[in-house]
Every structure is written in structure tokens, then in C-alpha cells.
């Protein structure tokens, strides 16, 4: 028992100096070179106290949303940048998920930006933008204004609304809801989908009255009018889409659609197919009254 007792009194002293050989390894004069984890950044709040007298507190300050980048082949995405950053910076705004030409006609632009909320859901804006030496500058937000949706709507909106192959943003989902889009339209992105999913950028919601920088009226607002900004899982401006962008554009035209607008112009002479800067990034898809 001695000679045992004796042998687990020097492996204990052995090991007590293991231990403090280590501990004065990791210790430096450059306090870089031990690494800390930092701790979670935190933002203020308040609570109150029982007598309902307001007291500061901290909680975890949630991950800020990625910022918007346009894609790198758009035909100005600092104008984008620029309408994307100022729908950033409203306070219910989580992040701003896509963007598209209304009217390009530098030096001025509408642009229209998705974005989701903070709390859930979200909305489409027109971004008026104005270009001076200093580069583009926000000159005017406008927000829709939501319609209630039927009560019974019918069988063809209630085929687009369930349509996995369809995705509607915030503000066009709502249109759809409230009956205000026409059935030609309706029937028409269904036919596209069979073929190709497609990615519905706006209908009404958001969209100016007047084709930009003219006196035309839009059919947008009337309900005899989509854009499709994203097909198969690719964004239209996106050169690896080409193809099913064209594939889109002549299924469109064999609906009905008096104009179908996208990257180029398929029969070279406007009459149903027409191409420019606006519609660089969307395929625009159009019915008469």
C-alpha cells in the first residue's frame, strides 16, 4: 500500500505540472494570438419596470439582411443600386429582394423594387430616380394601395394562386386575390407554366399609370398586363436564360398577347414583338382591352 500510495502521490504532482506547463503556454505578451470568442453584438431596447417606469435593457441583435446587388449584366445597375438602397433604409423593411426597369430614360428612371417586411409579408415600390454629375439620387417612393381579395373567387384564380409554377410576388398575389386581373391574363400565365416556371414580377400593384416618359396609358393597371422577371430559377437578364426567355416570349405571344415585350425583339419590326432598354430585364406581356 505505501509503495502504491507513493506512485499516485508522483503522478498527481506530474500531472499538476503538466498542467501549469500548459497554461503557461498559452499566455502571451500579444493578446491577438489567444483568440477570445467575441461577444453577440446587441442593440438597445426598453422594458419596464413594475410601476411601468421604462428601463434600458439589451437583446441580441438580429442578422442584417444581405443588401440588394443587381445582377452584373444590367444595363445600368448603379440606377438599381440606387432606388434598392433607399427601400432599404425604410424602417419596416427586411430586405429588398428584386428590382426591374419600369422606364429607363436617363436622365431619369422608374424602378421597381420587392421587398419584404420585418414582420412578414411585403410589398412592391416605384422608385422614381432622377441621374445629376454626382451619379443617380432618389427623388419619389410610391407605395400601392392593397384591395381587399373576393370572398369566393373563382375556379381560374384560385388555379393561379395554388400553381406551384407560378410564384407571385406580395402586391401581385393581392391583385390576383381581389379579382382585378383579367382572365386573359389568368390563362396566359397558366399556359406559360406548363411549359416553364415563371416568376410573375408585377401585374397592377406598383406599376405607373402611364407608359414612362409618355401620355400612353399603361394596361398594366387595368388588369391586361404581366411581367415575368425570373424563368426556370434565372432571372431574364441573366445571358444563360437566352433561350427559354425567347421559348417564353413566343408561348406568350401564342395566347393572345397583343405585345410582348423582353431582351429582343423576335419578329424585328414591333408589330407583337418589340425590344428596349426598359424591358432589358423582363418579359412583358401584354392584352388589348
Same mark, same amino acid.
Not at 108 to 133: H, M, P, Q
Not at 274 to 283: I, K, L, M
Given at each position: 500500500?505505501?509503495?502504491?500510495?507513493?506512485? #499516485?502521490?508522483?503522478?498527481?504532482?506530474? /500531472?499538476?505540472?503538466?498542467?501549469?506547463? $500548459? /497554461?503557461?503556454?498559452? $499566455?502571451? $505578451? @500579444?493578446?491577438?494570438?489567444?483568440?477570445?470568442?467575441?461577444?453577440?453584438?446587441?442593440?438597445?431596447?426598453?422594458? $419596464?419596470? &413594475?410601476?411601468?417606469?421604462?428601463?434600458?435593457?439589451?437583446?441580441? #441583435?438580429?442578422?442584417?439582411?444581405?443588401?440588394?446587388?443587381?445582377?452584373?449584366?444590367? +444595363?445600368?445597375?448603379?440606377?438599381?443600386?440606387?432606388?434598392?438602397?433607399?427601400?432599404?433604409?425604410?424602417?419596416?423593411?427586411?430586405?429588398?429582394?428584386?428590382?426591374?426597369?419600369?422606364?429607363? *430614360?436617363?436622365?431619369?428612371?422608374?424602378?421597381?423594387?420587392?421587398?419584404?417586411?420585418? @414582420?412578414?409579408?411585403?410589398?412592391?415600390?416605384?422608385?422614381? +430616380?432622377?441621374?445629376? =454629375?454626382?451619379?443617380?439620387?432618389?427623388?419619389?417612393?410610391?407605395? &400601392?394601395?392593397?384591395?381587399?381579395?373576393?370572398?369566393?373567387?373563382? &375556379? *381560374?384564380? =384560385?388555379?393561379?394562386?395554388? %400553381?406551384?409554377?407560378?410564384?407571385? &410576388?406580395?402586391?401581385?398575389?393581392?391583385?390576383?386575390?381581389?379579382?382585378?386581373?383579367?382572365?386573359?391574363? /389568368?390563362?396566359?400565365?397558366?399556359?406559360?407554366?406548363?411549359?416553364?416556371?415563371?416568376?410573375?414580377?408585377?401585374?397592377?400593384?406598383?406599376?405607373?399609370?402611364?407608359?414612362?416618359?409618355?401620355?400612353?396609358?399603361? %394596361?398594366?393597371?387595368?388588369?391586361?398586363?404581366?411581367?415575368?422577371?425570373?424563368?426556370?430559377?434565372?432571372?431574364?437578364?441573366?445571358?444563360?436564360?437566352?433561350?427559354?426567355?425567347?421559348?417564353?416570349?413566343?408561348?406568350?405571344?401564342?395566347?393572345?398577347?397583343?405585345?410582348?415585350?423582353?431582351?429582343?425583339?423576335?419578329?424585328?419590326?414591333?408589330?407583337?414583338?418589340?425590344?428596349?432598354?426598359?424591358?432589358?430585364?423582363?418579359?412583358?406581356?401584354?392584352?388589348?382591352?
Amino acid at each position: 500500500m505505501g509503495s502504491e500510495a507513493g506512485a #499516485r502521490v508522483a503522478v498527481a504532482a506530474m /500531472l499538476l505540472m503538466v498542467a501549469l506547463a $500548459s /497554461l503557461t503556454g498559452c $499566455s502571451t $505578451s @500579444n493578446p491577438h494570438d489567444a483568440p477570445v470568442p467575441a461577444p453577440a453584438p446587441m442593440e438597445r431596447g426598453s422594458t $419596464s419596470t &413594475p410601476d411601468g417606469s421604462p428601463t434600458e435593457t439589451t437583446r441580441p #441583435r438580429e442578422p442584417r439582411a444581405t443588401r440588394y446587388r443587381p445582377y452584373p449584366t444590367e +444595363i445600368d445597375g448603379a440606377a438599381k443600386r440606387t432606388a434598392a438602397r433607399a427601400i432599404e433604409a425604410l424602417p419596416d423593411v427586411r430586405r429588398v429582394t428584386y428590382t426591374q426597369y419600369f422606364g429607363y *430614360l436617363p436622365p431619369k428612371a422608374s424602378i421597381l423594387v420587392e421587398a419584404d417586411f420585418a @414582420n412578414g409579408g411585403g410589398t412592391t415600390y416605384d422608385v422614381r +430616380i432622377s441621374k445629376t =454629375r454626382d451619379g443617380w439620387r432618389t427623388d419619389q417612393i410610391i407605395a &400601392p394601395t392593397a384591395s381587399p381579395p373576393l370572398q369566393d373567387p373563382g &375556379p *381560374l384564380i =384560385r388555379r393561379v394562386l395554388s %400553381n406551384d409554377r407560378i410564384t407571385l &410576388p406580395w402586391a401581385g398575389r393581392i391583385d390576383v386575390a381581389a379579382g382585378l386581373v383579367s382572365d386573359a391574363v /389568368l390563362r396566359s400565365m397558366l399556359t406559360v407554366a406548363r411549359r416553364h416556371r415563371i416568376g410573375i414580377s408585377v401585374l397592377i400593384s406598383a406599376h405607373p399609370v402611364h407608359v414612362f416618359g409618355t401620355d400612353r396609358r399603361s %394596361n398594366h393597371p387595368d388588369g391586361l398586363a404581366y411581367d415575368i422577371g425570373t424563368i426556370d430559377g434565372r432571372l431574364v437578364v441573366d445571358p444563360a436564360a437566352a433561350g427559354p426567355v425567347r421559348q417564353v416570349m413566343r408561348i406568350a405571344a401564342g395566347t393572345g398577347a397583343d405585345q410582348v415585350g423582353g431582351p429582343d425583339d423576335l419578329d424585328l419590326d414591333g408589330r407583337q414583338y418589340f425590344s428596349d432598354p426598359t424591358h432589358s430585364d423582363h418579359v412583358h406581356v401584354g392584352f388589348s382591352g
